[in-house]
């Protein structure tokens, strides 16, 4: 599970839902989608010291530094090892917030030709992130 600190930077809500904007530890923003509200939610609120948890499997990546793609939370990172599986391979990435794990299909990970110190973009849905205090 990737582990990213963050701290609340803005909440908008509407009935059951919640979009939080939480800025990261290098200044840049992640948004996350919730079903909860600062009323059901007592740990939602602004200035609030707060994890950013996600799974391996939720991480994209991308060669491409400049993607016009409607994922808003995405960060540049280096690849520093590549672990190959017979199904599934984990790439380690280094970003300027801390490591982050993505695990991929092993035969894309032959396809996109990923190689350790490449810079790439990762790419995580607003939708599947938790958030934990």
């Known amino acids: 599970m990737n582990n ?27 948004s996350v989608f919730l079903v909860e509200t600062p009323q059901s939610a007592s740990y939602l609120a602004p200035d609030k010291k707060i994890k950013l948890l996600f799974k391996e499997t939720e991480v994209i990546i991308s060669k491409h530094l400049m993607p016009e793609i409607s994922i808003r939370n995405q960060l540049k990172a280096e690849i520093i090892e590549i672990k190959p599986g017979k199904i599934l391979s984990e790439i380690v990435l280094k970003s300027a ?18 190689a350790e110190s490449q810079e790439v973009l990762i790419l995580v849905k607003a939708n599947e992130i938790m958030l934990s205090e």
């Open 4 to 30: 990213l600190s963050g701290k609340i930077k803005h909440i908008k809500n509407s009935e059951y839902l919640s979009e939080v904007s939480i800025e990261l530890e290098n200044n840049s923003i992640f």
């Open 97 to 114: 917030v801390g490591e982050i794990k993505s695990l991929l299909s092993s035969a894309l990970l032959q396809q996109m030709n990923f």
